[in-house]
């Protein structure tokens, strides 16, 4: 199983920057999908952003696109959300997500039965 550790959530003003990391480890294939997730009280649990490790194609939902952004750094197995001019919408617990041993086209949305690794999640609190 591909273990993930996320770190980096926080309180932050509207309009402010965080950036989440995600540590990943336990990969068993070199293709794989690396996602984020969140969930706001009361919401189901929504696709973010996500990565392919294979072609590095990104995609984004509507919300956060053109604010945040989704990268990984394969020398240092970590996965990140930089997360730009944040708003109280934003406040959510976010989890990265991993699908290993995956090349083929994944449609988006993502789906959380998609993925079956998780990390433990981080909160994001966006004041107004």
């Known amino acids: 199983r591909v273990q993930l550790v996320e770190s980096g959530g926080g309180s932050v003003q509207a309009g402010g920057s965080l950036r989440l990391s995600c540590a990943a480890s336990g990969f068993t294939c070199t293709g794989y999908y690396l996602a984020w997730f969140r969930q706001a009280p009361g919401k189901e649990r929504e696709g973010v952003a996500r990565?392919?490790?294979?072609?590095?194609?990104?995609y984004y939902a509507d919300s956060v696109k053109g604010r945040f952004t989704i990268s990984q750094d394969n020398a240092k197995n970590t996965l990140y959300l930089q997360m730009n001019s944040l708003k109280p919408d934003d406040t959510a617990m976010y989890y990265c997500?991993?699908?290993?041993?995956?090349?083929?086209?994944?449609?988006?949305?993502?789906?959380?039965?998609?993925?079956?690794?998780w990390g433990q999640g981080a909160q994001v609190t966006v004041s107004s």
């Open positions: 997500a991993a699908r290993d041993c995956y090349w083929g086209y994944m449609d988006w949305p993502p789906r959380p039965p998609q993925f079956a690794d």
């Open positions: 990565i392919s490790s294979s072609s590095g194609r990104t």
